[in-house]
């Protein structure tokens, strides 16, 4: 008997599919993942019979004229055989059925479904039904006992279960199988089947093995192992005369057995290895048919279950070893040439390194461990003839001799390696598939009859219209960018693997170039960057080139390539590691800068995947971030903020409606927090035809008790800092940053902040109110503060007050202090609702640091100011030069002249007041014109427009022509303060002030600022205080530094100082405003000169203080004097 492969050919769209015979043995029956049921009249039947029964069809079975399948609309249908006509639906579950059977009779259907249940429909009426429950989890198959006494049923639960159909209840319970949460992650779809005729035997596929279990007794009697079984297997199948069985494996391997004496008959092996979903064996045994799940369907012919078998068997008891090396050499070249001869007429060990190839069937089973494989230590043939007849001697004479027992090993095994692939691509085997699909566009490859080619669209036809290549090299790997298409194609025979770019975004006429890889170097993964192209080779090797085709780096990997990707001047590479066990992947990733500065940013660390899966997709957002999605649907992402870790941001398997749905991922953006991808319904990858929906899902991270108030705004605050990380690395990387974006993440941030302050205050927690303010930033905890004083909360509002104090330390020390709140004043007061530009009131407190270039500026800047006002004399140079003088003894504690007091720039311009009916001298107060920096007022104008009626001999009368609106365009560079009524000293504006009040108001204005004017100063900080105490060990250390340069060096030792002295000086600022402002006022001034001068001017100033009380004071002081 000689057994003969038919080729396989395809049936339907890669998927599970089943396949059966109808009872004359004419048609084969297939149905697949394309929803079809075709009905052949042989494997050579060009034009099949296809019947559609819905969007997938799972399982077919056909008895008579009744064919009955199981569809992905969750009901069991029938149809007319062979017209196949609808014929009514048997039932429904609420979810798809697994597996649909015949009994033996015909007249009842059973189905098992993934809901955990099995119904059991009479054919003929389709209301008696009845439903086993029991299955903790999917159905995977089911088996009529041929008696209709029993039922077996394997489940995802781990169990196969032998049920008793009369009384629906459980007989027996084995615990078997490996237990998984959905069909599609089932190792074994386990095919259960009962031995014809009698039911005898109950065959049950677990692991690399088939059980027999004893009907009644439901004992184990039997178990079929073979050392070429390497994988799980898949499906079995009794022959109809219930002597043989036939057995399906996941890696391609199709055994027959011999039953009654445990004999492998034949052994063949799938011609590409896909896996064996469907077996069946024609009514007359001597054809046996698979399909896979590639949707392939194949037949093998020339079984007998009659004389040819014995005749097999008796002609290998006669057979000797000598005929093996002595007789009929030629036939034995013909035998071992011929690619269709069974294995087990094979009359020798073929070559050892083929691993596919068998053993010969010798009157026993054959195994691995009994044959001498090394080639260096095996003994010629001359001395191992006398021990090989020897011992088939003895074989023949006691009959079949057991393996010999090798040690075992019960740990955890290796994992197989992940294969190769391009991120954003379906499998190659497909003839219809993507290439890629990215953020910038899809790459298309039609490989059928018709056409060979490659399509690729850009989302975004500004970039490039799409192109049609024509396929000639048999490219299966590309990428694409805004700058380029990058294609690859492995190896042949007569060609070497090539590397194939279309540069389209080049400015000449070449718009591609192509490379050779050396002989034997096939290309596995590409990728594009900005202004490069890599390409991971089988040599653990990557390749990088200028987009333009210079070769420019090449580098290898610790192990073999995964995956790759490119944003940017950023390259991700992914690749194992080491041998990962016990289903788990072993990876690592690297991450290189490829820009001017090459550096290694991640250098083969563990890339962290979901347990039992695979990397399914490795990219960038679009904002340059690493992401990695696996087969657990588990979306992570890389923080560079803590340390360069992943951290899980998405779960796409909790947003699929079923459990073999899965969403396939395409492209990924921060800002809008958005996933793109494709829902596949039932399968991994979505079809090229017709074009996919993409769908966006939100980002959510795994954080605990996500349902209550407190989780959720946890959860909102750790993803928006999170997924603003980007910018401050776009920053960092010099690239230009969204400051609105930027601005409305710290807002958000901010608000989450305080939300989750309130509620710990509202709960009772202190503690961790603090721990969130040290979140907050220096005004926020202000605000913090301000809400526990408020709830009665004085404890926490004093633990805060102590934080804001660091907080504003720490600012303090790196020169960037905040401003303090201020209060309302007479200025603010009246300006309500005008603009402040970036020159006026805004600035912040601590200027200290002058350029000297404006030290040069500061008398020509105030002689712009006062040509442009009315009422204002120019400066002379003497005053300018006595103003840079005292610029450049603002910090001089023992300062001889009692003018420079009044001329520190530090004081802020919105704590300083200044006397609004001060009258302006001949030569203005040098202090205002380089220490504030203030708009002229409104009721300046509005005086001098009174003014101008009332003295029409004024001077400067017509260069004001709309006074009034002159206040509303400030002037970015003023340097003086003007004061509420200007009048100049070569004007009489005022005929009631006699020669002896100007002379004292020409007084008040050119000495030493007045009390109120020393109240008016911004109280100094610390770091005044402590530089005025060290200005001089500063001189004179350097003696060569001008003042501008002094404060730079004074800034640099006081940032030295340690955090307590800093808070030291700063607490001595604090108490130093609380005293009285003439108390302060001393300080400054000599012993003697300045207590008389002091006195003095409380004595004169006295009056008018009490006129600036409030702005109600002001304003009726204000109309008394007009009067």
Request: glycine share 6%.
């Amino acid at each position: 008997m000689t057994v003969d492969k038919k080729p396989i050919r395809f049936g339907h769209t890669e998927g599970h599919t089943d396949i059966c015979f109808d009872d004359t043995g004419n048609y084969i029956v297939t149905c697949g993942s394309d929803g079809d049921v075709r009905v052949w009249e042989g494997l050579d039947d060009d034009d099949p019979k296809s019947i559609n029964v819905g969007e997938k069809a799972y399982s077919a079975a056909l008895k008579g004229s009744k064919l009955v399948t199981a569809a992905s609309n969750n009901t069991i249908q029938v149809h007319t055989f062979p017209e196949g006509a609808p014929d009514g639906i048997l039932t429904r579950f609420t979810t798809n059925a697994n597996h649909v059977v015949f009994n033996e009779s015909g007249t009842h259907v059973a189905a098992g479904s993934s809901d955990f249940m099995i119904k059991i429909v009479d054919v003929s009426d389709s209301s008696q039904q009845k439903t086993l429950r029991g299955h903790d989890a999917p159905v995977l198959s089911i088996a009529f006992d041929p008696k209709d006494v029993y039922l077996a049923s394997s489940s995802c639960d781990g169990s196969v279960v032998v049920w008793n159909i009369s009384d629906q209840a459980r007989v027996t319970t084995l615990k078997l199988l490996q237990k998984s949460s959905d069909v599609s992650n089932a190792k074994s779809i386990c095919r259960l089947s009962w031995q014809p005729c009698n039911g005898k035997l109950l065959a049950v596929p677990v692991d690399q093995a088939v059980y027999l279990y004893e009907r009644d007794s439901w004992k184990e009697v039997g178990k079929l192992t073979d050392d070429f079984i390497k994988q799980v297997v898949n499906v079995v199948c009794w022959s109809p005369c219930g002597k043989f069985l036939a057995v399906g494996c996941v890696g391609g391997l199709l055994t027959v057995w011999n039953v009654e004496n445990q004999e492998c008959l034949e052994r063949e092996k799938h011609e590409k290895g896909y896996t064996v979903c469907g077996l069946a064996w024609h009514p007359k045994g001597d054809q046996l048919g698979y399909t896979d799940t590639e949707g392939c369907l194949g037949l093998l012919e020339g079984l007998s279950a009659g004389s040819g078998t014995s005749s097999k068997l008796a002609s290998r008891e006669v057979k000797d070893y000598d005929d093996l090396f002595d007789d009929n050499d030629d036939g034995v070249l013909e035998d071992h040439l011929s690619e269709k001869q069974s294995p087990s007429k094979r009359p020798f060990i073929e070559d050892e390194d083929d691993d596919d190839d068998l053993m010969p069937s010798l009157g026993r089973s054959r195994h691995r461990g009994a044959i001498l494989d090394d080639e260096e230590n095996s003994l010629d043939v001359a001395s191992v003839k006398p021990e090989m007849e020897k011992e088939a001697g003895e074989n023949f004479k006691h009959g079949p001799l057991e393996p010999p027992v090798r040690p075992s090993y019960d740990g955890p095994l290796p994992t197989p390696r992940q294969k190769p692939f391009q991120s954003g691509s379906t499998p190659a085997h497909l003839m219809h598939r993507f290439l890629v699909w990215n953020s910038v566009g899809i790459v298309r490859g039609y490989n059928d009859e018709q056409d060979n080619a490659i399509d690729i669209e850009f989302h975004d036809t500004s970039v490039h219209h799409s192109m049609h290549l024509t396929n000639n090299l048999s490219h299966t790997l590309a990428d694409m960018s805004q700058e380029a298409v990058l294609l690859a194609c492995e190896s042949t025979d007569e060609l070497a693997s090539k590397l194939h770019c279309l540069h389209f975004s080049s400015w000449d006429t070449n718009k591609e170039w192509m490379v050779d890889l050396p002989k034997g170097e096939d290309v596995q993964v590409v990728c594009l960057g900005q202004s490069w192209a890599a390409a991971a080779t089988n040599a653990m090797l990557v390749r990088v080139f200028s987009i333009g085709g210079v070769q420019k780096e090449i580098f290898s990997l610790p192990g073999s390539v995964v995956c790759m990707a490119g944003h940017g001047e950023q390259l991700l590479v992914a690749f194992h590691r080491g041998t990962g066990f016990d289903g788990d992947q072993s990876l690592g990733v690297l991450l290189l800068q490829l820009g001017k500065r090459k550096r290694q940013i991640l250098n083969g660390e563990p890339l962290p995947l979901s347990r039992k899966s695979y990397l399914a997709w490795l990219g960038f957002s679009a904002e340059g971030t690493p992401f990695t999605v696996d087969s657990e649907g588990i979306v992570r992402m890389l923080n560079r903020s803590l340390g360069n870790t992943w951290t899980p941001v998405c779960n796409t398997n909790e947003h699929c409606k079923g459990k073999s749905d899965h969403y396939w991922v395409v492209g990924i953006h921060e800002n809008p927090q958005q996933l793109r991808c494709i829902p596949c319904k039932g399968s991994r990858y979505p079809p090229t035809l017709p074009r996919p929906a993409v769908a966006i899902l939100p980002f959510n991270l795994p954080y605990c008790q996500v349902t209550t108030e407190k989780g959720q705004m946890e959860e909102l605050f750790g993803r928006s800092v999170l997924f603003h990380k980007h910018l401050d690395f776009l920053e960092a990387s010099g690239y230009e940053i969204d400051e609105t974006a930027k601005n409305q993440a710290q807002k958000e941030q901010q608000e989450l902040l305080m939300k989750m302050f309130a509620l710990s205050c509202k709960l009772e927690r202190d503690f961790r109110c603090v721990e969130l303010a040290e979140l907050m930033p220096h005004n926020v905890v202000t605000l913090a503060i301000r809400y526990a004083s408020r709830t009665k909360r004085m404890s926490l509002a004093q633990r805060l007050s102590e934080l804001a104090l660091e907080k504003a330390a720490e600012l303090a020390a790196s020169c960037v202090e905040e401003e303090e709140e201020e209060q309302e004043d007479f200025h603010t007061q009246l300006n309500a609702g005008y603009s402040r530009t970036a020159t006026e009131w805004s600035r912040p407190q601590n200027r200290i640091q002058h350029q000297p270039s404006r030290e040069k500026e500061q008398a020509n800047v105030a002689e712009e100011e006062e040509e442009e006002e009315e009422g204002e004399v120019e400066v002379d140079d003497e005053a300018c030069m006595e103003n840079k003088k005292s610029l450049q003894n603002l910090f001089n504690k023992a300062g001889n002249s009692i003018e420079q007091s009044p001329k520190i720039s530090l004081m802020s311009s919105r704590e300083g007041r200044v006397n609004p009916f001060k009258v302006s001298a001949t030569v203005k107060p040098s202090g205002l014109s380089t220490g504030q920096a203030r708009s002229t007022n409104i009721l300046d104008n509005m005086v001098k427009s009174a003014k101008k009626t009332a003295a029409p001999v004024s001077q400067t009368s017509d260069k004001q022509k709309s006074p009034v609106l002159k206040p509303l365009m400030p002037k970015p560079r003023s340097k003086t303060q003007a004061t509420l009524f200007k009048v100049s000293t070569n004007k009489n504006a005022n005929k009631s002030i006699d020669d002896k009040e100007k002379e004292e108001v020409l007084k008040m204005e050119t000495t030493v600022p007045s009390a109120e004017d020393t109240e008016n100063r911004k109280p100094r900080t610390g770091f005044q205080l402590w530089l005025e105490e060290n200005r001089n060990s500063i001189a004179m250390d350097h003696t060569d530094m001008d003042e501008a340069d002094i404060i730079k060096e004074g800034m640099s030792r006081f940032r030295l100082l340690s955090t307590e002295d800093r808070m030291s000086w700063t607490e001595k600022a604090k108490r130093g405003r609380a005293e009285d402002p003439t108390e302060l006022k001393k300080r400054k001034r000599t012993e003697g000169e300045e207590k008389d001068q002091v006195n003095g001017s409380q004595a004169d100033e006295g009056p008018k203080k009490k006129k600036i009380v409030d702005a109600s004071a002001k304003l009726s002081a204000f109309a008394f004097n007009k009067d």
